[in-house]
């Protein structure tokens, strides 16, 4: 007997928007958001997989990325929160290297710039940025310091004249092998406070090196830099750069994009354990026609769609000017925590091709684990939120 054959495309919900949150947007911005979609079909997702396995990050997309012209897609061009959201759900969706890579150009260096530079600094700056001609590096996490940088950071600096001696270390950053800026957070030796610094990578004394054996984000080229002497002039301290309560301005905003990437996990994993659970037979009949099967894709829908309402309206009330820190706190904490769960059932459905690239799943099985670290652990974003409801801290 021949098996049926289902076109996973056509089927009814075959997005895991299954509750149509996109039709929010403004025709303007679904439209544009569909142009995106189809720039991710054709340049990224068909690649992906091979950029991971090799561990490299293709260059070459970096003029593609630009003409596309997702630069500050807020502050600059206009679009709402929740669009700027949507469209880093569907990088992540596409390839959450990709999505890495401008979320730390376009959300934690960008970010810094937008928020924390001078007009001036702003006028020399941005526009090299914005059409990507400039790639930069956001350094704040150390060999030694992680989740308590913001008292404990290492790397400092020492007003000369009018120039800054910047030594220390920073680990994990990404796009630092290849940036031509990265913004360095360091502590000022006078006043112990943070202090944040624009670094031309070419400078004598900034050295990157590839972090290697890694098992998520493959493509990102994340970085152990070192900072021996190194001598900034005064004009490129970003001049709200003062304390770490501003560098927090730009970790609130960039916080929200991890959730939307927790979100966009969720969307490609749904994605791939649907159609092989369609498209691929046990016992002579579709995976999907068993129970449990169905149960577990219910399961993985209600986690994203959970997820996805969350980040729909605290994209809201960072549109009205609303949103708090313990809510971007919130959303990272729980979204991240459906997503392990989702890409887990996801991985498990696929059974021994869920741990081969081949399949996709085992890709997104593993990017998973890097996001639910990033940009705060679970456990820190736990606490900041559980501190806003009870008055208490229970960390330092």
Known sequence: MSKPVIDVNNLPYADGDFYSFEALLSQKERDRLEEIRQFLRTEVKPHATGWWNDSTFPKDLIPKLAELDVMSPVRRQGYSNLFAGLMHAEFTRADTSIATFMGVHDGLFTGSIEELASPEQQEAWLPDIYSMKKIGAFGLTEPLGGSDVAGGTRTTAR?????????GAKRWIGNATFSDWVVIYARDLADNQVKGFLVDT????????????KIALRT?????????????????????????????????????????????????????????????????????????????LVEMLGNTVSSLGMMVRLAQLEDEGQAKDEQSALAKAFTTARMRETVAMGRSLLGGNGIVTDYEMAKIFSDAEAVYSYEGTHEINTLVTGRAITGIAAFV
Request: proline share 1%; aromatic share 10%.
């Open 202 to 213: 070419t400078l004598k004394g900034y050295s990157a090196t590839k972090i290697e054996n």
């Open 159 to 167: 007003r000369e004249g009018d120039s800054w001696i910047i030594n």
């Open 220 to 296: 990102v080229e994340n970085a152990d830099i070192t900072l021996e002497n190194l001598v900034v002039h005064d004009d490129f301290h970003l001049k709200g750069a003062n304390s770490f309560k501003d560098t927090n301005k730009v970790l609130k905003v960039t916080r929200l994009s991890v959730a939307w990437q927790a979100v966009g996990q969720q969307l490609a994993a749904f994605d791939v354990a649907r159609r092989y659970a369609v498209e691929r037979h046990q016992f002579g009949r579709p995976l999907a026609s068993f129970q449990l099967v169905q149960q577990q």
